[in-house]
């Protein structure tokens, strides 16, 4: 059972698409797990363990970003993914200028999240690309 490398966590408030998510990431291969707010997963024992955040922008007490930016006030910088079902220019601008690896509006293919979340472990890994 592999359980030394980093863990995908999604953290979204509708348990469907964190679900759905996970599984995704399962058949690829992955270890991931579901989160069902930002609260939840700052509690988590696989906060240390995380390699990737896909998170949804929009959820009740903290969204996405807000966990995002928490996450990087405590010095824990995850690469991050953020999805959301209401896409705007002003929520994907902040989400980059914070340090969000991508902004991906739902519906997604899964194509696009799971080059974003290469992407995410690259930088993890400190494999940044060429220039």
């Known amino acids: 059972m592999p359980n030394s490398g980093p863990i995908i966590a999604i ?4 348990e ?3 679900n759905a998510i996970e599984v995704l990431m399962r058949s690829m291969g992955l270890v991931a797990q ?8 700052l509690r ?4 240390s363990r995380t390699g990737c ?4 922008f929009d959820m009740p007490n903290m969204s996405g970003l807000d966990l995002h930016n928490n996450l990087s006030r405590l010095g824990k910088e995850i690469p991050t993914v953020l ?3 209401y896409p705007s220019d002003e929520i994907r601008a902040r989400a980059l ?3 969000v690896i991508c902004y ?5 293919d899964e194509s696009g999240l799971l080059n974003c979340i290469q992407a995410a472990l690259d930088r993890a890994k400190g494999n940044s690309g060429a220039p």
């Open 104 to 108: 991906l509006p739902k519906p997604f």
């Open 34 to 41: 579901a989160f069902s707010s930002g609260e939840e997963f």
């Open 97 to 99: 200028q914070a340090g």
């Open 53 to 56: 955040l896909v998170v949804d």
């Open 44 to 47: 988590s024992p696989e906060l």
């Open 16 to 18: 469907a698409v964190g």
């Open 83 to 85: 999805i959301t079902a």
């Open 11 to 14: 953290v979204d408030d509708d």
